[in-house]
């Protein structure tokens, strides 16, 4: 027998769910049901069926309600059908949702992720038009917009968050949505009103002068604004212009000369030049709250040397050892590195050995504490308390060692293997040695893998170690950079 299920415009997956939810408790097969939308046409076949007696429990994984209600609201041809096919098999197989590679778990994925684009379109080019009364007291705005899939449902939350300021009215081809401190939505058939105001022409004067002609990608342009959503955009009537003129202007500004920036920006400028403020004054790193590292680490880890060292040797945060101890260095990274820098002939008591960050990142995972590399917003907030002890010490060369420690001193913290063994210039005009940091030696997978690491490791301290050896010969400090 053969089961007709016809599901509501509004309200779709709530109908699907009961619906499914009666069928696979009284165990009908995926084959014996057509699922339809109200308004599609009537099968000859179908007719009136006898209620199914109360459904059997049904249990089904945490991750498949919100799948099945992405596929309900997809136009995709068997959507429903496949949705009602993965709660058959998804109650018998807890884990099933969990493997891609299975054909129709891959096929539900590629569909709700169309919808949640769709639904990603939308926030982004929505348009609303200020239809206010003369003398209301809350704004009223209008809006058109014709989505690919039925996500009206699913996007009342959104702009209703949104714009929970305001009264507004979204149109699509086949749902009005409402919002008037309470959402609303009917299913009625809309043509696309006259939605033209004077606010558009101040839009699109925007977006014209904003529009960069240097940086056009017409590709990615189309990727991300396609042109099926044009006809709804105001600023979309000036997008060929600006195209057609995009080189003649570009060429234009590159001929130009540059423009003189008023006496004012010099006083901008250095008034934000170092976008961090410092402590208040007596404020020692001990008591340091720029980041919330400060809350969870059991105390800040300071630099220690000479004050007057050559060499200063920069890791990239304490370790769980080390926030123990308060001291830089004394974990299994460190003592990785004291060995092999006796070996290459470095002296790390002739040296000042400091952390970029000075507060230990972790996460619990039972009674250990894991280590977590700090972020750049971290490592930005870090960089005063650096900044401050390169001032001190002036060292003649920088040892950067790891990811976080290059992008402290460099501002780059990318492809550290690629620029190990390289002198750049830092941020505070010095010259900085660029190397991996120990622990990459001790995460290596194999033994050959890290008698490998530790022998380029070894190589770069020593060539850190002729440069120390040589600086007696050099005028000033800075001519390493030229070395």
């Not at 003369?134 to 039925?150: I, M, Q, T, V």
């Not at 820098?341 to 790390?348: E, K, P």
Request: charged fraction near 25%; charge should be positive.
């Amino acid at each position: 027998m053969t089961h007709t299920v016809r599901l509501p415009r509004l309200g779709t997956f709530e109908a699907w769910r009961d619906a499914a939810r009666a069928l696979a408790g009284n165990g009908v097969a995926a084959e014996q049901v057509v699922w339809a939308m109200e308004d599609a046409p009537t099968s000859l076949f179908e007719g009136a069926e006898a209620p199914l007696p109360r459904p059997a429990p049904l249990t089904v994984p945490k991750a498949f309600p919100p799948l099945a209600r992405l596929l309900c609201a997809s136009r995709a041809e068997g959507a429903m059908d496949l949705a009602y096919r993965l709660l058959l098999r998804s109650s018998r197989t807890p884990r099933l949702l969990t493997n891609r590679a299975d054909v129709e778990v891959a096929r539900a994925e590629g569909l709700a992720k169309n919808i949640r684009r769709d639904m990603h379109k939308m926030k982004a080019f929505v348009r609303f038009r200020d239809v206010t009364p003369e003398g209301a007291n809350r704004r009223k705005f209008l809006s058109w917009f014709e989505p690919d899939h039925r996500i009206e449902e699913l996007m009342t939350g959104f702009f209703a968050r949104r714009f929970g300021d305001m009264d507004w009215v979204i149109v699509t081809p086949e749902v009005t949505m409402r919002f008037d401190g309470e959402v609303s939505l009917q299913a009625v058939a809309s043509d696309r009103p006259d939605l033209s105001d004077d606010v558009e022409k101040l839009w699109q004067t925007y977006y014209a002068n904003i529009f960069n002609p240097a940086r056009l990608k017409i590709k990615a342009m189309t990727a991300e604004m396609p042109r099926k959503y044009w006809k709804n955009l105001p600023e979309a009537d000036l997008i060929p212009g600006l195209i057609a003129q995009a080189e003649t202007r570009a060429r234009g500004m590159a001929e130009a000369a540059p423009t003189i920036a008023p006496d004012r920006a010099a006083a901008i400028t250095l008034r934000l030049r170092d976008g961090l403020t410092p402590p208040p004054d007596g404020t020692t790193l001990a008591g340091c709250t720029r980041c919330a590292l400060a809350r969870h680490a059991t105390q800040s880890v300071p630099g220690e040397g000479p004050q007057d060292a050559a060499l200063m040797i920069v890791g990239e945060q304490p370790g769980d050892m080390e926030d123990l101890a308060g001291r830089p260095f004394v974990g299994p990274a460190g003592q990785a590195f004291d060995k092999i820098a006796t070996a290459a002939g470095l002296d790390r008591r002739a040296a000042y050995v400091t952390n970029a960050v000075k507060h230990f990142k972790f996460i619990p995972r039972g009674k250990r504490r894991i280590h977590q590399s700090p972020n750049a917003d971290e490592v930005s907030h870090c960089r005063w308390w650096l900044t401050r002890e390169l001032d001190t010490v002036q060292p003649a060369l920088v040892l950067a060692m790891g990811a976080t420690a290059a992008l402290a001193l460099t501002g780059d913290g990318s492809g550290i293997t690629r620029r190990r063994g390289r002198i750049e210039r830092g941020l505070h005009g010095g010259a900085v040695f660029i190397t991996t940091h120990p622990s990459f030696l001790l995460r290596q997978a194999t033994d050959a893998g890290r008698e490998t690491q530790e022998a380029l490791f070894r190589r770069d301290l020593e060539q850190v170690a002729q440069i120390l050896a040589d600086l007696e010969n050099l005028a000033v400090p800075g001519e390493i950079l030229k070395a």
